[in-house]
């Protein structure tokens, strides 16, 4: 597996306790160690995403938008690239990527609590804004879509440094339809830019159904229009998105340009903690969604493989529970911002210490973390 660091908890105890090469990742490559290392990137992720949940019921975090679902797509894609060298840029439901990426729980903790010494943003964003300077994840806007332009304009750095460097981005398939999207694709298409575009397609753009978005079954077929493959694949098979992810990046890194992928994927929640889902879906489609969910369906391959047996996944999930406790007494321990850094980094002059003290301020901020 090409990932340099793996947000998977407590990976470096358990490896001596694996079991020996089951053969489930030898066709593509990947040894049962790295399997163990996606699985608890993923369950991780599940842990904190329905953490934030229990937070915001409580009223102690503000808004939630969930990712509970798409983690498998977003971990055996992610795990193709290298963490700390590509880049990547995510959209609101992007807990498990981040976290493959580097992100820790606290980190993105520190998010749902607008903190001051969120790294994010510092408190200056909505939850679900996630971006970390030191894991070369740029953070995004409120609009949907942007986030396209954002990652060709990385790529095209990356190829005129030479530093071989792949820049990742994600949206849902209701943001594929906005403007940025088509232009910003456009652009990798001519200049073949090493950027891969993953779209997650939940079948819902809040509560409207893909039906009535989009006049093509696949978002992926209109990748014929910016001369790159359009790929399919299946959001809920962690291993046919981690071959997908790997051939996407050998593309980028060997000069061929852009590619767009479709992971097919679940939305096991309401768009966000806003919405009624209830509303608009039905109980026996709800049901059927919950078939599709990426978490057990790896478990229990792992498991049939003998990769991961009744010790291991006790021993992990209680790992989970340390760090998502972990994560929530942190964040909630931190100081919130003060009215009087409002304007830091918007105008410089409104800044304590006047024009160019923007980097003090910065370094102000971390120094509290």
Not at 93 to 98: E, F, K, N, Q, Y
Not at 155 to 175: D, P, W
Not at 191 to 219: F, K, T, W
Request: charged share 20%; with cysteine; hydrophobic share 40%.
């Amino acid at each position: 597996m090409a990932t340099t660091r793996s947000a998977a908890v407590g990976s470096g105890s358990k490896r001596a306790s694996a079991p020996v090469a089951s053969g489930l990742g030898e066709s593509v490559g990947l040894s049962d160690l790295d399997l163990l290392d996606m699985y608890r990137s993923i369950a991780l992720a599940r842990a904190i995403d329905e953490r934030m949940w229990i937070l915001n019921r409580a009223g102690r975090v503000p808004f939630v938008i969930s990712g509970q679902g798409h983690e498998g797509a977003q971990v055996g894609i992610v795990s193709a690239l290298r963490a700390g060298h590509d880049w990547m840029v995510p959209f609101y439901r992007s807990v498990a990527a981040c976290l493959s990426f580097g992100m820790t729980p606290r980190e993105i903790m520190l998010a749902q609590y607008a903190k001051a010494v969120d790294p994010s943003s510092g408190g200056r964003q909505m939850p679900g804004h996630y971006g970390a300077a030191s894991h070369n994840i740029l953070s995004t806007s409120s609009p949907v879509g942007t986030q396209v332009l954002h990652a060709a304009g990385l790529a095209l750095a990356a190829k005129i440094r030479r530093t071989g460097q792949v820049a990742i981005t994600f949206m849902g398939e209701g943001a594929s339809n906005q403007g940025d999207f088509h232009e910003g694709l456009n652009f990798v298409g001519i200049h073949r830019l090493p950027m891969i575009m993953v779209v997650e397609n939940n079948g819902y753009a809040i509560s409207v159904p893909a039906e009535r978005q989009l006049p093509v079954a696949d978002v992926a077929s209109r990748a014929a229009g910016y001369a790159m493959p359009g790929v399919v694949v299946d959001g809920a098979d962690v291993l046919a998105c981690y071959v997908a992810g790997r051939e996407a990046v050998r593309r980028a890194r060997a000069g061929e340009g852009g590619t767009l992928i479709e992971a097919k994927v679940t939305r096991l929640t309401a768009h966000s903690s806003d919405d009624q889902q209830t509303k608009y879906r039905s109980a026996e489609e709800l049901e059927h969604e919950r078939s599709l969910d990426p978490l057990p369906k790896f478990r229990g391959q792992l498991r049939d493989a003998g990769v991961l047996d009744e010790a291991l996944e006790a021993s992990i999930a209680g790992e989970i529970r340390r760090q998502v406790d972990d994560a929530t007494d942190y964040a909630e321990s931190q100081p919130d911002p003060t009215v009087d850094t409002a304007l830091w980094y918007v105008y410089d002059e409104d800044r304590p210490g006047g024009a160019g003290s923007v980097a003090a301020g910065l370094a102000g901020v971390e120094g509290q973390a």
